[in-house]
Structures are given as structure tokens and as C-alpha cells.
């Protein structure tokens, strides 16, 4: 099967997260739209981000994954690139992560991502096309990854004054879920293969 161009969780020039017209109450929080509301929020309390335009013009890699369909292929798990099975072997599931700074001493046992795994053929892609991966990578086999929360902007609880946290990461099992806008997060158990480039 041939692969994308683009990976499927990147989000193009033609498409959009307007932020929405959000309402704090003591429930939690909510789109004012109650139609939008009932669609982006899921049985865990999240409020997950609107998402509008069309799949034109060109892919915009320096913008956020498309908050729907990365949500999409991390649930299930699917490949970023063409949303078929990731990658796995004895050493565990593909991930493929921008290198950060001085990330090469980093244990990646723990480490929490929002990126999706991959299928190698569209790794190979995406390290030679996304411009995020050009300054260095790593590629992790995962052996064992749980969904363990959501990042996004988290909002203070109704009647408090202070201002919302617009990249947090919130464990499932917190009692904070006044959030919006949100990727899924991972905490991996990663396998002891690392690759990685300068």
C-alpha cells in the first residue's frame, strides 16, 4: 500500500483549532456551543479541541498535531504516517521523537509523549520531511506504552482567580480534569533500543 505524503496527524495550512467560547462552571468546563459541547467531550471529562477548515494548501509541521486525529491513532494505536498497525517487533513498538537539547544522556524509561507511534517505512519519511526531526531525533522501541493522560490547557476550578495552564499534562487518575484542547498523553516503558542522530 503506498504512503502518504504528509503524515496523517499533521495538520494542513487549510485547517484550523479556533479556540471556542469556553464556560467554567461548578460541572467543569464546557463550549458555550452546547452542540460542540456535546461532541468534543468524552466520558473521562475531557474537553478535547475544535478542529475546522479543509485538508488545503500544505502541511503546516510546525503547528500542533491535528488534535483529532492524533487523538485517533493513539487510542487505537495506529500509525501517524498512514494510520495502519505501527511498527513492532520483539523489541517493542516504533516511536519516533524530536531530540531535545541535551536529551542523548536522557533515561527514556517514563518518558511521556504525545506523539503517536509509527510503521518504519513512514518513519523513514517523516525524519527525512518533517522539519521538527531535522536538528536530531531519537527512534525508541516500546515494549509496553499506557495512555496514562491527556495534555492540553487546564483550567482553574469555578470561583478560583488564577490563570489557565495552557501545556499541562493531566494523569488520568487526578482529580483535575477541567481541561481543553487536549492530545493524549503516553508513559512509556521503554525498551533499552536507542537510536539516535546529532
Known amino acids: 500500500m503506498p504512503r502518504p505524503s504528509v503524515p496523517y496527524v499533521v495538520p494542513w495550512t487549510g485547517e484550523t483549532t479556533p479556540l471556542g467560547d469556553i464556560v467554567i462552571s461548578a460541572l467543569g468546563v464546557a463550549y458555550a456551543n452546547p452542540v460542540r459541547d456535546a461532541y468534543q467531550a468524552d466520558l473521562d471529562g475531557v474537553l478535547w479541541a475544535l478542529c475546522g477548515g479543509t485538508q488545503t494548501g500544505g502541511p503546516a509541521y510546525a503547528k500542533e498535531l491535528h488534535p483529532m486525529r492524533q487523538k485517533a491513532v493513539m487510542m487505537r494505536p495506529l500509525c501517524a504516517g ?11 513498538t516504533l516511536l519516533l521523537l524530536r531530540l531535545l537539547d541535551d536529551a ?3 533515561v527514556w524509561e517514563g518518558v511521556r509523549t504525545v506523539i503517536p507511534p509509527m510503521c518504519e517505512d513512514c518513519a523513514d519519511e517523516a525524519k527525512e520531511n518533517c522539519p521538527r526531526l531535522l536538528d536530531g531525533h531519537v527512534e525508541l522501541r516500546v515494549r509496553e506504552a499506557e495512555k496514562v493522560g491527556v495534555r492540553g490547557t487546564l483550567h482553574p476550578r469555578f470561583g478560583e482567580s488564577v490563570e489557565p495552564d495552557p501545556d499541562a499534562v493531566v494523569l488520568y487518575d487526578t482529580p483535575d480534569r477541567w481541561l481543553n484542547g487536549l492530545p493524549t498523553s503516553y508513559g512509556m516503558a521503554a525498551a533499552p533500543h536507542l537510536e539516535s542522530t546529532p
Open 82 to 92: 498512514c494510520k495502519e498497525l505501527p511498527e513492532r517487533d520483539e523489541r517493542g
Open 104 to 106: 542523548l544522556d536522557t
